[in-house]
């Protein structure tokens, strides 16, 4: 399978606790987001990479969020002392520089976190 | 700043029915693309539709139709004949232009719950 992959697929924690997401976008794609998704609401933009430079920071991303992308490649994107309000689905998309008049953002099955 | 509204929070109809959902978008944008997304329960997000902002041509694709206005900046989406697989929560989305790096990130209505019941 060549598609947008996430790990784990499902993270519970304790408040407080540190956790890691990974995801590995598709081959050859050089552009990167992350969005997280709360419980009945659309997805919201997080961030952006384009090959390794975080381009983009949403206000959403507080001091306790980090994201990475070391060589271009996967990204990892850590919560520090996480709390209730950070359990969420958070999405993982890639999308390949132009080209194309559009550069179609493909998504991935998410990180389902829930924070006890 | 771009919003999409999706006023439908959720819609439910018998087997058969067509149903329409709704998308009322705004942007700054002169150029933008609109976007339906399909969430089943396993929560993976399934791209449905792409539409540029400069073609208004409405879309037909098997039992799916798209309504773009751009006088009403309206992009509806009809289900003809629903089935219960249709079943799912369906997302409307805006391009919004970033500031760095010429790409885009996808502004999400709140998204519309389909149940179709047999």
């Known amino acids: 399978d060549t598609g947008v992959s996430q790990d784990p697929r499902h993270k519970i924690t304790k408040r407080g606790q540190n956790v890691t997401f990974r995801c590995d976008p598709i081959?050859?794609?050089?552009?990167l987001y992350w969005y997280r998704q709360t419980l009945g609401q659309g997805p919201e933009f997080l961030t952006y990479?384009?090959?390794?430079?975080?381009?983009?920071k949403s206000r959403l991303l507080s001091d306790r969020f980090s994201a990475e992308r070391p060589k271009g490649s996967f990204s990892t994107l850590e919560i520090q002392r996480t709390e209730q309000g950070d359990s969420a689905m958070y999405l993982c998309?890639?999308?390949?520089?132009?080209?194309?008049?559009?550069?179609?953002?493909?998504f991935g099955p998410g990180t389902r976190l829930t924070v006890l | 700043a771009q919003k999409v509204t999706q006023a439908q929070t959720e819609i439910s109809v018998v087997e058969k029915e067509d149903v329409t959902l709704d998308c009322v978008y705004e942007t700054r944008d002169t150029t933008y693309y609109l976007f339906w997304y399909k969430q089943p329960p396993s929560g993976e997000l399934v791209f449905l539709i792409r539409r540029n902002s400069f073609d208004e041509q409405n879309e037909i694709s098997g039992r799916y139709s798209w309504n773009f206005q751009k006088s009403t900046s309206s992009f509806n989406f009809t289900i003809t004949a629903s089935q219960v697989v249709d079943s799912a929560v369906y997302f409307c989305?805006?391009?919004?232009?970033?500031?760095?790096?010429?790409?885009?990130?996808?502004?999400f209505g709140k998204g519309t719950k389909l149940t179709v019941n047999p």
């Open positions: 990479f384009q090959n390794e430079a975080q381009l983009e």
């Open positions: 989305a805006l391009s919004e232009t970033l500031t760095q790096g010429g790409s885009e990130k996808l502004v």
């Open positions: 081959s050859e794609h050089n552009r």
């Open positions: 998309a890639s999308s390949i520089v132009p080209g194309q008049a559009y550069n179609e953002q493909f």
